[in-house]
């Protein structure tokens, strides 16, 4: 489906990132810069998925090179 471009580490901290964001929109109900929180939804997937669009946007990568 999507050609991989985020490595293992870039990965983990992604997904870390991302539920951390998330964690704390549901911690923080009454704070009016709530849902820029939401944001940790986009980490998250690119972390789960292993593919980031603005990596392949750019030509990036991140994963390790194939010798």
Same mark, same amino acid.
């Given at each position: %489906?999507?050609?991989?471009?985020? =490595?293992?580490?870039?990965?983990?901290?992604?997904?870390?990132? =991302?539920?951390?964001?998330?964690?704390?929109?549901?911690?923080?109900?009454?704070?009016?810069?709530?849902?820029?929180?939401?944001?940790?939804?986009?980490?998250?997937?690119? =972390?789960?998925?292993?593919?980031?669009?603005?990596?392949?946007?750019?030509?990036?990568?991140?994963?390790? %090179?194939?010798?």
């Amino acid at each position: %489906m999507f050609k991989s471009n985020v =490595g293992t580490t870039d990965r983990a901290l992604r997904v870390i990132v =991302g539920v951390a964001l998330l964690v704390a929109f549901f911690m923080l109900p009454e704070a009016s810069y709530r849902w820029l929180l939401l944001i940790g939804i986009v980490p998250l997937v690119t =972390g789960l998925m292993g593919s980031c669009p603005a990596y392949s946007l750019f030509g990036m990568s991140t994963c390790k %090179m194939k010798s």
